[in-house]
């Protein structure tokens, strides 16, 4: 765990729960992503260290607290820069959003946990800022707000949540998504990536990764499917969760509720939009149902 694999000349992937990506340009090391809390910072500062190399700045595919969880750390050490895109930072800014947002209201004590909330760190706007020469950035909209990937200059693409490993889709099934629309658009276009290697987040890096882009999306329609068929008799929103809990097995609690939850919502976002379920209101609820 917490291994530097070289993945390209001057690029280096961190094995880890949530695996970040490190360039080494002229002016130090870039790191993407900086894991989930201040031990994640305090591995990859002693990862740094031993080889000699110093943090130029941190980059956030997005602000999950997974992925953004060692900024404090390593900024308040090394003095570094943040930065991400827009409707990232502001949650970057202000953690609490995070799970204000999952839950929708004021989250409880119980919701406010390292697993959802990170430490506030201080984000710049990744446009315009001076990024090594050659490192691209691309939008990878759907897992989250503003959500981004990098590609180095060694042909090393950084793939952040836009996708789930097998073990992982086998494990737990429904994959936190917020616009399943622009998740599913994504799906295609990281099929058209030309690419020396990927790096998602949450699965082992590849040379190929069209095949682990349709096994997400084969599981993205099979829940569409299942929340449709579910929608046969009306249902509210908090039924339609449970029957999918219900369906795959899982277990509920405070954090698995707000995100299959929050997810189950955007799925039948999706299905409205495209025609297939209809909202309504009876005895001052709100009912989904098949049309």
Known sequence: MYEL????????????????????????????????????????????????WTLAGILNTHSNADHIGG???????????VYSTPAENALIRAPRLEPSFLYGGYPCKALCNKFL???????SPIEGAPLPEGLEVFPLPGHFFGMVGFRTPD??????????????????HVGFIYDVRAYLETLDWVETLEAKLFVPAHAPAAEDIRPLAALNRAKVQEIAGRVLAICAEPRTPDGVIREVF??????MDFNQYVLVGSTVRSYLSYLCDEGLVAARFEDNRLLWERV
Not at 71 to 81: A, E, G, I
Not at 117 to 123: F, G, I, L, V
Request: charged share 30%.
């Open 117 to 123: 909330t990170a430490q506030e760190s201080e984000p």
């Open 246 to 251: 219900s369906v795959y097995g899982l277990t």
């Open 5 to 52: 694999i070289r993945a390209g000349e001057r690029t280096w992937y961190i094995d880890c729960p949530a695996k970040m990506g490190l360039f080494l340009a002229e002016d130090g090391a870039w790191l993407i992503d900086s894991g989930n809390d201040k031990d994640a910072g305090r591995r990859v500062r002693k990862l740094l260290d031993a080889n000699g």
């Open 71 to 81: 900024n404090r750390f390593l900024q308040d050490r090394y003095h570094c820069p």
């Open 155 to 172: 042909g090393v693409c950084f793939l952040a949540d836009c996708l789930s490993g097998e073990a992982v889709l086998e494990k737990y």
